[in-house]
């Protein structure tokens, strides 16, 4: 006896709907016998060095504890970093715990979401689509690979101030 699966009725890959339009591509559940067309995108290894950022999304998460950090909350922030060669993905992983606070801080200050001396209170649904500079390293992966980490978060340019170097004088252009 054949079961109906609702997730198996959609529009086919590549598959042009009733009225000429090609179908939305839409995140969904696949069925065991489904088919898989995409490779995914391709692993772009950045050479170190300063990068612009977007925040495509974070999760929330726990760590297991490790050395001096118990068990705690963990925010996984997945920065997408556009170059010539295609885009790049970097996943960064920020333990809210009080020994981590000057990360926290520092990653939100990058985002332009705090003010450096100030407290805030972290409002993560604020966070995807925020942009901010970051200094990229290279790590050996156990598995033996290289992989990109963020080594530095900079800090977002006040906007209220004129960059280093120039002097503003009111009703001189």
């Not at 198996?8 to 598959?15: E, G, H, K, V």
């Not at 118990?70 to 997945?78: D, E, G, K, L, R």
């Not at 980490?149 to 252009?173: C, H, I, N, W």
Request: aromatic share 12%; glycine share 10%; with cysteine.
């Amino acid at each position: 006896m054949t079961q109906y699966n609702p997730y198996t009725q959609q529009t086919q890959y590549n598959q042009q709907s009733k009225y000429g339009q090609q179908p939305q591509t839409q995140d969904r559940e696949y069925g065991w016998d489904d088919t898989i067309v995409s490779d995914g995108p391709e692993f772009i290894l950045l050479p170190a060095g300063d990068y612009e950022f977007v925040v495509e999304s974070y999760e929330r998460s726990r760590t297991k504890g490790t050395g001096s950090l118990p068990p705690c909350n963990m925010a996984i922030v997945t920065l997408r970093i556009d170059t010539p060669n295609g885009r790049s993905y970097i996943k960064h992983y920020l333990t809210l715990h009080s020994k981590c606070e000057g990360m926290l801080s520092a990653f939100f200050t990058c985002i332009g979401l705090k003010k450096k001396g100030q407290p805030l209170q972290m409002r993560w649904d604020l966070v995807p689509g925020c942009v901010g500079k970051c200094k990229v390293g290279i790590r050996k992966g156990n598995d033996g690979n290289d992989y990109n980490e963020v080594k530095q978060f900079y800090p977002a340019p006040d906007l209220g101030q004129m960059p280093s170097g120039t002097q503003f004088t009111p009703g001189a252009f």
